[in-house]
Structures are given as C-alpha cells and as structure tokens.
C-alpha cells in the first residue's frame, strides 16, 4: 500500500456498482448516516424559510415547469439558435455523442494549447465524463477547485450529492485529510481550513491554462451561459485561464432571458434555501479586442450521452426538466440514509434513479428504480415539478419487460425479467381476479396459517406476515349479520 | 453524419407531430411579491438582505463618500488600492489622493492581465469599482466589467468596494433586464454579486472568503 492510499480517510467506499451491497454497508456506517441526516434536516428547513409563502411557491414552480416544457418542446430549434448566438460572439460551440467523443474534444483543445493544468469549477457533466480520469491518462491534472469538490478530489472520492459533494464528511475528517495531504497542522475549525483550501487553489487559478466549468441555464435568445456560485471560483476558472471550456447537457437550454428569472429563484432557494448565490455569472462571449483580462477563447461542448433516448418518448422526457438543484435528494428518505456515493452512479438520489438508466442502461441500473419507497416527497419538492414516483413506476415497468418485446424508449430494458417472477404474478392475478378461486384461497390461507413460511428476505427487516383468522368476507357478513 | 446533425435528427424525429409549448410567462408573478415601493424602501430591502451575508453597507452621499472611503481605508489597512482612473468615481479618487496624507498607493488595471497577473493575484489588498444598478429582491449588485474596470478586478482582490447610486436600484430581476435592455445589449460578461464570496462545503458551515473577496464593502450614494 503506498502513502497516497494509507491517508485516506474514507467516509465511505462504493466498491461496487451493485446498489444493493453498497447500500447495505451504507446503512451499517453510523457517522455517515448521522453527517447525512444533519445536513439533510438543515437543507430541508432552509428551503421552507426561503418559500414562506406557498402560493407563491407553487405558482413558480409550475412556471418552472412550464418554462422548462417548453424549452423542451423546442429543443432542436433552441439548440440551434443558441450555437448561432454564441457563434456570432466568437464561442466556439461543439456537439458530442458520448462521453468519449466529449474527452476527445476536450482533449484536442488541451493538445493545441499545449495545455498542463485544467482548473474547475462545480460541473457534474464533467463527472460523466471521469475527465478527470481521462486527462491524467494524457498526462494533463484536472484540479477541482469547488470546495468540496477538492476536499473529495483529495480523497479519491467522487461527490456524494450534487450541490454539496463533500457532505457526507465532517470537519473533523476534512481535519484529518488536510493535515495528511497538504501537511497542514490538524484543525477542525471550518475558517481555517477554507482558507487552507484559498491558498492552495489560488495559485492554482494563477497557473491553470484551461479553465472548465458546466452551465446552469444556456440562454438561447442571447446566447448566454448561465452560471452561479457562492464561491467565486467558477468566477476563478471561466475567467482567468486563458481558455475556458464549458461542458453541458443538450437539455439545459431556456428559450429566454427572462425565463431565468423564475428558474434561477426556484434553483438556489430549493437548493441551498438561498434568495440567490453569491455569485451570477453570464458569460457571452471570449475576451474582447480593447478588453484586458477573460479567456481568449470559450468553448461550449453540448452533450448527448442518452438524454436523446429519454427525450423520445413523452412521459420520459420530464426527467430532462431537471435543473439540478438536489431538492429530491435532501428530501429523499432512502438517500439521506445511504448517503450518493451508494448508488454508484454519477447523480444520486432520486433524480439520479429515473435519469441513470438512460445515461447507463437499465441492465447497468437495474435496482434504481426499485430503491425507493414512492412515499412521492421528490415530486413534491421539484422546483420543475418532475412527477418522479410516476417515472419511478415507469422505469419498474421497463425493467421487467420481457425482453424480446421491441425497444422500448429505456436501453437495457427487461434487466430485472424474470419468468418465474412473472408466472407467480400471473397466478396472483388469476387468484384475485376470480372470485370463486379468491374465496377459495383466502379461505385457505386463513385456516392454515398456522403453516405460513418464513420468507427470511422479508422478515429479516419487517415482522413475518401471517393472514388473520378469518377473512375479510367473513368478518363483513359476521358484522353484518351482528347488526341486522 | 456528425454528432450535432445525429443530435438534431434524433431530437426532431422525436418531436414528429408534435406542437411547441405556448409562451406563457407570468411576468405578475416573477415581480409583485418583490417589490419595494420608493428608492427608501428599495435600500431598505437591498441592505437588509446584503448584511444578512456579511456585506458592509453605508448610506452616504457624493459629498461625503470619499471621506468614508478613505475611513474605512485605514481602518482595514489597505496598503494599496486598486481602480480605474477612467471613470467618474476614479477620477474623483485621483484628484483627492494628493490632498491627503497616508493613503494606500494606487494601483491601475491598464495593461492586460498577462503582463501583471502575480501582481493583481499575490498582492493587491482591495479594489474599488462602479456598479451599474442593484436588485433590492436579493441583494445583488449588478456588475458589467468593462475594458476600464475589467472582469477579474471585482473578484479577485480580497476586499471589493463597489459605489452603488441609490437611484439604480431594481426592484427585481426581471425588472433589471428589461430596464437595461439585456438581452439585446449582452454584454461579454455580467455579474450579479450578493455578497462577499462563502461556502458550506464543510457540514454546511458557512465561512467567508473561499475565492473570490473576503469582504464586500458597499457604498450607496443616495443623492444620484
């Protein structure tokens, strides 16, 4: 084991991309359960003091909505006129596929600028990619610069939650890593070690060569790339290198400038229960002839990476509505007890669970779908009001398509198929669908229940289940004869 | 065929029969629950919601705002100070510094920031620049760099003042872009600032000062 490997201090190791095991040991680790509840507690009442008014809430989050519908039901149109935009201002705007074809690109800029050292702001597009990964293979550093994004890019972890990736750590463990890799005397006093975090990254933003950041909202009108931040170091990356490339879905267009108004209100309060971030940032165009600082080129790489098959059919193509706030997550009963880093997949949580099988395939998301308990609290507090538990139940449906039916909009469908699974329903079916066999059956069941079997993956965490003495038809006409 | 025609073809096809979604922004909504009457109530609310993330702000007027500035100055021990000379507040700095004693060194971002990147990154202590309105809703100061006051100078000293006339302020953002025309007068860059620069990266304690200005010292003058 060397040095780099012995510091670590995980708060938690996804060894694998099977849910069902990563979750178990999720649900075992008590200082991540606590870390995770506490700061979902915090979120959650955050976000209620920013809305005090419901009425008002729920009118803009169905503008949200609307808003983001129609930007969708325009797509291609805005797309195009959105690269028209920022080409007219000198961006330089490219479309990939995949995720191989966006490294690809990124790549080549990196090579004819001979760049070193890549700086970056939050972007979880980037996550998709593993660019980091990608770049070191070409022997090019990509240093997260997002505080928390480098406090796990130190420990080798990749974000546990999409607005605040370090959360499942405590101060004492970002103590700890601190002190064993930057060599930092050991303190858990948050101050300090910010500002060990500023000075580090500062000069880091002095030397970079290339600056990446994602997008929040890509204005189409205007040909804007909308950003916000309370840290200023998406400032720091899309400002002062003198390239900047930014990395983003092809769903995160708005049609208008105004329609960020509403969207933007909506994002920070349900993500950080914030008026606004510290920090909005519009980036136009490339640095000017008479202008003395900004990069002098801007790069906008749009990606597909499966949002194209959600986006064929209707009812999926809400999942694209998403404009990443975490809302679902810090309200998401499963999450806040396994923490992101469980689901093994670059978004946790609910949003994570109906967007994944698209970006990975249901064979490689199989047990997403069913990872929730539909108690409905993600679609409640979806600032674009994406009907989650319904898409949810959609997706379960993919997932146990017989697989030789057609394509069905979700690749990888039919992962969790299984005939016997399907023949026990169909017999439940038939049993309950048939009033004679149903009274039969349940006649049965209820005199012999003395002999109900132990079905251990159900009572390991739920009291057995055993019929009742009599059945309900039973009790009814006993009842009913009582009050006659 | 390439990536962005494979793109818009799969995109249009999945579209096939269908209609675009009518426009229909609710422009009530994003405006009358943020309103804040007279230019008094507007500061009110404007200042109300930037002390609540440790913004300074002072209410003075343009007699008397160099004299706070230079105040405040020396009580931060600024050593020297970066502006812009061009404009209307720069111009007032120049002619008052050679009156007065013991102020912090000028500094000028009149060269690109190549030629005096170490400079500006290790060793500036403060920047004072212009706004060009605010947003009373959120606390915000709007801030388009330009090639006098260019983008970096409000980020990356540690402490920023910005001058704020009263009489720009917004009552929200919608209200700021349609005022200013924005979006068919996009600038190359345009900035709302709301505070000086935090994060809660860590247990979600908030701490000033990540990167960008660990201060933000604004100075309304409210006779313009």
């Known amino acids: 084991m060397n040095n780099q490997e012995k510091a670590r201090i995980p708060a938690f190791d996804a060894l694998s991309q099977h849910f069902k095991e990563n979750a178990h040991m999720a649900l075992r680790n008590k200082q991540l359960r606590q870390n995770m509840r506490t700061a979902m507690d915090s979120l959650i009442t955050k976000r209620l003091i920013s809305m005090p008014d419901e009425n008002e809430r729920e009118d803009l989050r169905e503008l949200g909505n609307h808003i983001r519908a129609r930007a969708l039901s325009k797509l291609p149109d805005l797309l195009e006129k959105l690269e028209a935009n920022l080409t007219k201002r000198g961006v330089q705007v490219h479309w990939a596929e995949t995720t191989d074809e966006a490294n690809q690109i990124i790549f080549d800029i990196a090579k004819r600028r001979q760049a070193k050292l890549f700086i970056k702001g939050k972007s979880m597009v980037s996550e998709e990619l593993n660019m980091n990964h990608f770049l070191k293979k070409q022997g090019i550093e990509a240093l997260e610069s997002d505080m928390g994004e480098y406090i796990i890019q130190l420990d080798h972890e990749r974000p546990s939650h999409i607005i605040m990736p370090a959360i499942h750590k405590n101060a004492k463990q970002v103590g700890q890593l601190f002190e064993h890799k930057l060599d930092t005397p050991y303190t858990d006093d948050v101050d300090t070690l910010i500002q060990t975090g500023r000075e580090v990254l500062r000069h880091k933003f002095f030397e970079a060569d290339i600056g990446i950041s994602g997008v929040n909202f890509a204005v189409a009108e205007t040909g804007s790339l909308f950003l916000v931040e309370n840290e200023g170091n998406g400032r720091m990356s899309t400002t002062a290198p003198s390239v900047h490339i930014a990395i983003t879905g092809i769903e995160k267009v708005v049609e208008n400038l105004r329609d960020t108004v509403a969207l933007v209100s909506l994002l920070t309060r349900s993500a950080l229960g914030q008026a606004i971030t510290t920090y909005v940032n519009l980036i136009s165009s490339p640095r000017k002839m008479d202008e003395l600082d900004g990069p002098e080129e801007v790069h906008l790489v749009l990606l597909d990476n499966g949002r194209t098959q959600a986006f064929a059919d209707a009812q999926l193509r809400q999942t694209l509505n998403c404009i990443r706030c975490g809302a679902c997550m810090n309200h998401c009963p499963v999450y806040t007890r396994i923490g992101g880093q469980a689901y093994g997949t670059v978004?946790?949580?609910?949003?994570?669970?109906?967007?994944?099988?698209?970006?990975?395939?249901?064979?490689?998301?199989?047990?997403?779908?069913?990872?929730?308990?539909?108690?409905?609290?993600?679609?409640?507090?979806?600032?674009?009001?994406?009907?989650?538990?319904?898409?949810?139940?959609?997706?379960?449906?993919?997932?146990?398509?017989?697989?030789?039916?057609?394509?069905?909009?979700?690749?990888?469908?039919?992962?969790?198929?299984?005939?016997?699974?399907?023949?026990?329903?169909?017999?439940?079916?038939?049993?309950?669908?048939?009033?004679?066999?149903?009274?039969?059956?349940?006649?049965?069941?209820?005199?012999?229940?003395?002999?109900t079997p132990n079905i251990l993956a159900w009572s390991q965490n739920h009291s057995k289940a055993k019929p009742a003495v009599y059945t309900l038809h039973e009790l009814a006409k006993k009842h009913l004869g009582d009050n006659k | 065929m390439s990536a962005r025609d494979n793109i818009l073809k799969k995109l249009r096809s999945s579209l096939e029969g269908a209609t675009a979604r009518p426009d229909d922004f609710?422009?009530?909504?994003?405006?009358?629950?943020?309103?804040?009457?007279?230019?008094?109530?507007?500061?009110?609310?404007?200042?109300?919601?930037?002390?609540?993330?440790?913004?300074?702000?002072?209410?003075?007027?343009?007699?008397?705002?160099?004299?706070?500035?230079?105040?405040?100055?020396?009580?931060?021990?600024?050593?020297?100070?970066?502006?812009?000379?061009?404009?209307?507040?720069?111009?007032?700095?120049?002619?008052?510094?050679?009156?007065?004693?013991?102020?912090?060194?000028?500094?000028?971002?009149?060269?690109?920031?190549?030629?005096?990147?170490?400079?500006?990154?290790?060793?500036?202590?403060?920047?004072?620049?212009?706004?060009?309105?605010?947003?009373?809703?959120?606390?915000?100061?709007?801030?388009?760099?330009?090639?006098?006051?260019?983008r970096l100078m409000s980020l990356v000293p540690p402490i920023h003042f910005a001058i704020l006339e009263a009489s720009k302020i917004f009552n929200n953002f919608y209200e700021a872009q349609q005022t200013l025309n924005w979006a068919e007068n996009t600038p190359t860059n345009a900035l709302l600032i709301s505070g000086p620069s935090k994060t809660a990266d860590i247990e979600q304690i908030l701490a000033y000062g990540a990167h960008g200005p660990k201060e933000l010292i604004v100075i309304i003058l409210e006779d313009v």
């Open chain 1, 347 to 451: 978004y946790p949580g609910p949003i994570g669970k109906i967007i994944s099988p698209h970006l990975m395939g249901l064979d490689k998301t199989e047990d997403l779908p069913i990872a929730s308990s539909l108690c409905g609290a993600c679609g409640e507090v979806c600032p674009v009001k994406i009907p989650i538990p319904e898409l949810l139940r959609r997706l379960r449906k993919e997932d146990i398509r017989p697989p030789k039916e057609p394509l069905h909009y979700v690749k990888g469908q039919g992962a969790r198929f299984s005939r016997k699974e399907r023949l026990m329903w169909n017999v439940w079916k038939t049993m309950n669908t048939n009033p004679c066999l149903y009274r039969k059956f349940s006649y049965l069941a209820t005199r012999l229940r003395f002999m």
């Open chain 2, 26 to 150: 609710n422009i009530e909504l994003v405006t009358k629950p943020w309103n804040y009457g007279d230019t008094k109530g507007q500061v009110t609310q404007l200042k109300n919601m930037m002390e609540s993330v440790r913004t300074e702000v002072h209410q003075t007027n343009q007699a008397n705002w160099l004299d706070l500035f230079v105040e405040l100055l020396k009580q931060k021990k600024i050593n020297n100070l970066l502006y812009s000379p061009n404009i209307e507040i720069g111009k007032k700095i120049t002619n008052y510094w050679p009156k007065n004693n013991e102020l912090p060194k000028l500094k000028v971002y009149d060269r690109p920031v190549e030629e005096w990147k170490h400079e500006l990154f290790f060793e500036i202590d403060a920047s004072i620049t212009s706004t060009l309105g605010a947003i009373a809703a959120t606390g915000s100061l709007i801030v388009w760099p330009t090639p006098e006051e260019p």
